[in-house]
């Protein structure tokens, strides 16, 4: 049961293709978006999506995976843990943060 404590999984189109870096250890990092949607219809019938938005990091070898297939649209799963961090904004305000760490990731859709 472990396992189950903290898991995503998602299926969803990427907002954009990864941001990537290499820092100074030389640990790749890479970041992106991506965009689920859910479908139903509302009291009057009418069908409404909802699109909700998911900030995603990956590391090391999965941000390699990342950099070299992902791209802006592509249709992707995904698995990781759900991550909240703060930081100070150049006026002293805290701001919070919540990501997903990105552990496995795969390639959904038609090829191109």
Known sequence: ???LRNKVQL???LGMSPEVKTLESGKKLAKFS???NETYK???GEKITDTQWHQVVAWNKTAELAEMYLEKGKEIALEGKL???SYEDANGAKKYITEIVC???LLLGAKN
């Open 83 to 85: 991550t909240t961090r």
């Open 11 to 13: 299926i969803g189109h």
């Open 1 to 3: 049961m472990n396992n």
């Open 42 to 44: 509302n009291a009057k």
């Open 103 to 105: 552990h496995e990731l």
């Open 34 to 36: 991506v965009a689920t």
